[in-house]
């Protein structure tokens, strides 16, 4: 059975930095990309960045490029975001799934998310 859980959320000032985490179990890395998303009330979901097995292929929203960057610790099967320089629009739950293709496009597992706050 497949999970994925998210860690690492909380509240943190403008200008700050988080490491989210998150933990799969059911299945490998290979062949897979492993996404991040977010999502504010009201607000749609908002794809964050995304790493794929298949080419090494990594890909960042224009919101947060240049400010996170998404990891993995393949013997652990761990993924991660790590998110500096971070600012109030980035308040959302944040999520990370699985795409069993590797494309990057469709995704078949999501964790329950993890809640982001930064205050100004």
């Known amino acids: 059975e497949v999970h994925l859980t998210e860690s690492g959320g909380g509240l943190v000032q403008t200008g700050g930095s988080l490491r989210l985490s998150c933990a799969a179990s059911g299945f490998t890395f290979d062949d897979l990309a492993i996404g991040w998303f977010r999502q504010a009330p009201g607000k749609e979901r908002e794809g964050v960045s995304c790493i794929s097995s298949n080419d090494g292929m990594i890909s960042y929203s224009k919101s947060v490029k240049g400010r996170f960057t998404i990891s993995t610790d393949i013997a652990k099967n761990m993924f991660y975001l790590e998110m500096n320089s971070l600012k109030p629009e980035d308040t959302a739950t944040y999520y990370c799934?699985?795409?069993?293709?590797?494309?990057?496009?469709?995704?078949?597992?999501w964790g329950q998310g993890t809640q982001v706050t930064v205050s100004s």
């Open positions: 799934a699985a795409d069993r293709e590797g494309s990057c496009l469709e995704y078949d597992y």
